[in-house]
């Protein structure tokens, strides 16, 4: 009886004994959603080493999945890459080299997203991992999709007049309920959808034209700042 106590404490307890490896994710762009016509999209990955001791990192790439007409490139370290092939695992000769602690520069490891006008859908594993230890690592996925719109946007845009407002409630003046709104740039891309967000403060770019759709009942608008 005491055995099977003991293993059944070491199989429950066993994960939380192991040393946790000494890459840590810190922030990640793991999922990517464009319309096709985006000229391009960039995931970013920042980590850290969690380590008390200096580390060079290497990267291991493979392109698990991709539809026809996409293109997926990345960078890491000072060097860019061209576009992925599938099933070809990439392992670049440069590492990026990091102290106790110290974290990986905002663009220092990056994925570029090409849509090329087609729809699809795109999926890269990179594996992250102590070129001294290489089972020392980190297995992280990218997901990029390139898909059309379910609601329609004007194809003839210059002909509307944008309006001019203060700030997103003014949208309800125009007869828009903002919790059945959502916003889009004029390339497409989902900017925000107000009732996912409860906040009508949003940082939209001052000088940039947005649309606004109302689906039920239907309305679209055209403004800016």
Known sequence: MKNILALFALFFLSPFLMKAGSIELVSIDSLVSVTPYVSEAK?????????????????????????????????????????????????????ITLAPGETSGSNEFYFTFTPNGYEGEAVVEALLYDRDNPSDSLLLTFRFVSYTLSVEIPKQINEFTSIIINDLADLEKFGFNLEKTKIYDITGTLVLS????????????????????????????????
């Not at 576009?83 to 670049?92: C, H, M, Q, R, S």
């Not at 009732?195 to 403004?223: G, M, N, W």
């Open 194 to 225: 107000l009732y996912q967000s409860h906040s009508y403060d949003y940082p939209l770019i001052k000088a940039e034209t947005y649309i606004a759709i109302q689906l039920i009942p239907r309305k679209i608008i055209l403004f800016r700042f």
């Open 43 to 95: 995931a970013k990955c920042i980590f850290k080493n969690a380590s008390s001791e200096t580390k060079n990192i290497k990267l291991r790439v493979t392109l698990t999945k991709i539809s026809e007409g996409l293109e997926v490139s990345f960078c890491w370290g000072p060097i860019c890459y061209p576009p992925l092939t599938e099933n070809e695992p990439f392992n670049p000769y440069d590492v």
